[in-house]
């Protein structure tokens, strides 16, 4: 029979997501609580003023979404004192990340981002059947080496992608680090810049990476309303870059890609700063609470400006994962990254912490 896959797709593994709750509870037919510790969601749920929105949304499923959320990407603009068109609206940053490829990427192109960075930007260069040049990490192989990177950008390098902070480590580069790079990045270049957890951070020396973008730089700034804002089941985020870039991504993506809800949603997410600010205090509470508790355990944890720690062991992360998992504790197994031995907890409510600290604790004592 004809293989009827494009080439590049005939040995794609495809992005392991966290386990759902309901999986995990049927596999160990586990009655009790269950701490969803594996995709750095939020742990205090959505804000209150999206979920409004949302069920006044209800009303007009039946219609289909404004296929250009005209009000949303208005919206982004605003923030930023861009124009509409500069402005893309996608199904969590996931989907635009992917529509860079599709839109821009060759099997005659490479990208470069770190090594040990989140999945989607070599899949997304995979899948068209691009190369995905990766830079070693430095400071103990938990952060971006921003040198290492500009020197693996050659003539067929067509984009770089940078989470910051990043994801899965948590680490994250400064301000200096960062102009410092883009002065070596050239001009024809685009720059995915992913800040997903920025909302985490509030640091005054992270980047500003709008600030290249008002140069004249080929830089996509994107974020995503799945961490902090609690959108993360209705997929939104958005992408603010150059013009050719948004119409790029707007050639390739399908009719209505974000949904009525998820418009209506986010709208309403981005007004919302007193949830925010209370999911912030949550999260560095939780945070601390988290580290001073692995403190106490053979482990290591780079530091994390996230919602999120990178916890290695002398273990091996599958082993943990799964005995977690029994003991109704979902985490994130690293071996995909490279670290057999590391698995990484999101901050949840303090109970869950507490249950995935005694359990750990346990594991790593038998
Ligand atoms: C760095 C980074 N970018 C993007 C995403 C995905 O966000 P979204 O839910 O908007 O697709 C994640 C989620 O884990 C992430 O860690």
Redesign the pocket.
């Known amino acids: 029979m004809r293989n009827l896959l494009r080439d590049p797709l005939l040995n794609f593994k495809p992005y392991v997501a966290g386990k759902p709750i309901e999986e995990v509870r049927r596999q160990y037919n586990l009655t009790g609580r269950i701490a969803k510790l594996a995709?750095?969601e939020n742990p205090l749920g959505t804000s209150p003023l999206a979920l409004k929105a949302m069920h006044e949304e209800l009303e007009t499923v039946s219609l289909y979404p404004d296929d250009h959320a005209w009000a949303y990407r208005n919206k982004v603009a605003k923030m930023y004192g861009v124009t509409m068109d500069n402005v893309f609206a996608g199904g969590?940053?996931?989907?635009i990340l992917e529509l860079v490829g599709l839109a821009f990427l060759t099997p005659n192109d490479n990208v470069v981002t770190s090594d040990r960075t989140?999945a989607?930007y070599h899949l997304a260069a995979a899948k068209m059947g691009a190369k995905c040049k990766l830079a070693e990490m430095t400071d103990g192989g938990y952060r971006y080496d921003l040198k290492a990177l500009a020197a693996q950008i050659d003539s067929q390098t067509k984009v770089v992608f940078l989470?910051n902070p990043?994801?899965p480590t948590g680490t994250w580069f400064t301000r200096d680090e960062f102009d410092e790079l883009m002065a070596k990045i050239p001009q024809d270049v685009l720059v995915v810049y992913?800040s997903?957890?920025e909302e985490y951070c509030t640091a005054s020396d992270m980047p500003d990476p709008m600030s290249h973008f008002r140069k004249g730089r080929r830089l996509l700034y994107?974020r995503?309303l799945?961490k902090v804002y609690g959108l993360?089941g209705v997929?939104i985020?958005y992408g603010v870059g150059p013009t050719d870039i948004i119409h790029g991504l707007m050639t390739c993506r399908f009719s209505f890609n974000t949904s009525r809800i998820a418009q209506a949603g986010a709208i309403a997410a981005l007004d919302d700063e007193e949830f925010v600010a209370r999911s912030r205090e949550h999260n560095a509470k939780e945070l601390d609470f988290l580290r001073a508790g692995l403190a106490k355990l053979p482990v290591t944890v780079p530091p994390s400006r996230t919602n999120f720690l990178l916890v290695d062991t002398a273990k091996k992360a599958d082993w943990l994962f799964a005995e977690l998992q029994k003991r109704g504790v979902i985490v994130r197994p690293m071996g995909g990254y490279g670290m057999p031995q590391a698995i990484r907890v999101s901050t949840g409510l303090r109970e869950d912490n507490e249950a995935f600290l005694h359990h750990l604790g346990e594991l790593l004592r038998s």
Request: hydrophobic share 35%.
């Open positions: 995709s750095n969590g940053s996931v989907e989140f989607a989470a990043t994801n992913d997903a957890y994107l995503t799945s993360a997929r985020g």
